[in-house]
């Protein structure tokens, strides 16, 4: 819910990893062509996030991951050689030209503050640290749920208070037999 989010060149990491890794959208002969830019941003520290960036990386492109937490809070890996991790920043505002292309992303830094009830220390931002990263390409990362669908529809499919699929961790294996989970799913 930022400024210029519905931007020429802003995708959701859903609609970024679905159209690249299945349609494969990176094909000009493709049916639904996607440009994927020389520097992309992804917004977001989890592991579709990661997926997203590790994607973009693979197509070529420069890759920045913005996430306003510090390390020890990034839900996903550190460890994506090539990535290049910008933490404890947040964007504020994508920036388009006169045809609504994104041309970069203001970004505010962040600092984390004392923590809230939860015991997660709240990120806060830093007044006027105010900057601009170039960029062609933004994917948003953030607060994507799994489709309900499957989990409302299937019995013996349990979910957590979130509406994630429960599975164990060491192989996938859900509440129903013969059924596996993975992912953010």
């Known amino acids: 819910n930022i400024p210029g989010e519905t931007a020429n060149g802003v995708f959701s990491a859903n609609e970024f990893l679905t159209r690249n890794n299945l349609m494969k959208a990176y094909r000009q002969d493709a049916d639904t062509p996607m440009k994927v830019g020389k520097k992309v941003v992804v917004v977001g ?5 990661m997926d997203a960036a590790r994607t973009a ?3 070529g492109a420069e890759v920045h991951v913005v996430y306003r937490r510090s390390e ?6 550190k460890e994506e050689e090539g990535i290049i991790f910008d933490l404890l920043q947040n964007p504020v505002e994508i920036l388009t030209d006169e045809n609504d292309w994104v041309t970069g992303v203001k ?10 009830a ?13 900057y601009t990263m170039d960029c062609d390409t933004v ?26 699929i429960i599975a164990k961790e060491e192989n996938g294996a859900t509440t129903k037999t013969a059924v596996y989970a993975g992912g953010d799913a």
């Open 107 to 116: 970004i505010v830094k962040m600092e984390l503050g004392e923590p809230d």
């Open 139 to 164: 994917i948003m990362s953030l607060g994507t749920s799994p489709n309900p669908l499957i989990s409302s529809t299937t019995k013996g499919l349990d979910t957590d208070r979130k509406g994630c």
């Open 45 to 49: 520290g989890g592991n579709v996030a």
């Open 72 to 77: 020890e809070e990034l839900p996903a890996r």
């Open 118 to 130: 939860s015991g997660r220390r709240r990120p806060i931002e830093i007044p006027n640290s105010e």
């Open 57 to 59: 990386l693979r197509l």
